[in-house]
DNA sequence: AAATAATTTAAACACTTGTTTAAATTTTGG
DNA sequence: CCAAAATTTAAACAAGTGTTTAAATTATTT
């Protein structure tokens, strides 16, 4: 007599439903949702396959929950320091800084995220959960206000998100491709993580935020 | 009795196996080599299964070639460029305009070299393969000239080629991801894309040619 | 035109896939 | 402690996987 635990958790003990998504998690996140099967995450989690349907019902939608975790943590990495109390120039620079350190910790993450949106089979969009709570931060009404006082460049705000996201994300996303390519290891390639994000943000802060030429 | 086919083709009609690479080619871009059955491959051809294993013996055979033929394209866009006889700060430009000309009409190109590299079951390295027409364009030692007489900022090969590559290659890695966010269009995107590349252009060489000052 | 080789096909192969069933085990509540 | 519920398991399911076999078809050569 087989029940989901929806819901209404009746004194379950959730530690067996949490080890099978933190290592759903592992997998998916680096052989992604074709590149592995049910039975890998089985066996990442040291028990019987059927557990899994027992718990979530089926590997798409233990896919859809790790997938809206791991875009609920990128989120709030966001949001934090839109919240912040701080000029755009400094919010900018602090966002860098922070979204460098969270995919230093979390590398995975880019591709992950837009491996799973590109096959997205069902056409949700993902854009009012992920916008709303920026907007609320105030961050655009800011953007636009920097921008009329000419603090910032004009640019939509669109090739602004495509500007920043190119330099902090890609460089996760390529780490493989990079170590291939120049024949270094895992420690060599942090540092050179490290350099780029010193350089994406004077590079980023100089365009985004250009000194009418100081006299 | 099946034979396969080698180098030694004795008038064969070519186009039933370049058919296959083409359909082939469209699919592993689309899906990637795990979303993807060789018989979806088949039906995208128009024909049975087994002729795929007959001209190209399995399925990783076939992906490994498209592959090759994908990185070989790509690295053909760069090597045009740098064997211009053009100065580095040209050559930079030019190099930036070209590639995202080439991804505009090959806009999956980017992720799939890099998912391909990223679950590379084996260990053989793309690098040799790769460096070395480049290095044989003299580009290298171009830009080490353009250091020693401070025309270009002196930051590693690796940096440049990671904030290069961040730029250009992931705005169209994140397409989809991008229309999802902000709800557009393909006509949308494509018009943002012209205007990253004027923003890049512009944003990159002020970077990487920091012009001593004018008076 | 006949024989030989090359190409294409349908069918089967062994194996893996996601999911379900039903039985076994553990935990819980009275 | 014991019945009822929740959890875990082994086994099976049908469908899909890459690949191979052998027969059928087409093209080539003499």
Redesign the interface.
């Known amino acids: 007599m087989q029940r989901i635990c929806q819901n209404k958790q009746m004194k379950i003990d959730l530690s067996t439903e949490e080890k099978i998504k933190a290592a759903a998690k592992r997998v998916f996140m680096t052989?992604?949702f074709?590149?592995c099967s049910v039975r890998d995450i089985a066996k990442e989690v040291g028990s019987n396959v059927a557990l899994l349907n027992y718990y979530f019902r089926s590997k798409e939608k233990l896919f859809e929950l790790i997938f809206e975790g791991a875009m609920s943590d990128f989120l709030q990495s966001i949001i934090e320091v839109f919240s912040s109390d701080l000029p755009l120039k400094e919010k900018t620079s602090l966002l860098i800084d922070k979204e460098f350190d969270f995919f230093m910790e979390h590398p995975e993450l880019p591709?992950f995220?837009?491996?799973a949106?590109?096959?997205?089979k069902n056409e949700s969009?993902?854009?009012p959960t992920?916008?709303e709570p920026i907007e609320k931060t105030g961050i655009f009404q800011q953007l636009k206000d920097a921008q009329a006082k000419g603090e910032m460049r004009p640019?939509?705000?669109?090739?602004i998100?495509?500007?920043l996201?190119?330099?902090v994300?890609?460089?996760f996303?390529?780490k493989?491709?990079?170590q291939?390519?120049?024949?270094?290891d895992e420690a060599t390639l942090q540092q050179?993580l490290l350099?780029?994000k010193a350089?994406?943000k004077?590079?980023?802060i100089?365009?985004l935020f250009p000194q009418n030429q100081p006299a």
Chains 1, 2 share one sequence.
Request: overall charge neutral.
């Open positions: 052989k992604g074709d590149g591709m995220i837009i491996q949106i590109q096959q997205n969009s993902v854009a992920f916008f640019m939509s705000l669109r090739n998100t495509i500007l996201m190119s330099n994300h890609y460089p996303m390529s493989k491709l990079t291939q390519f120049h024949g270094i050179d350099a780029h350089h994406v004077e590079m980023l100089n365009y």
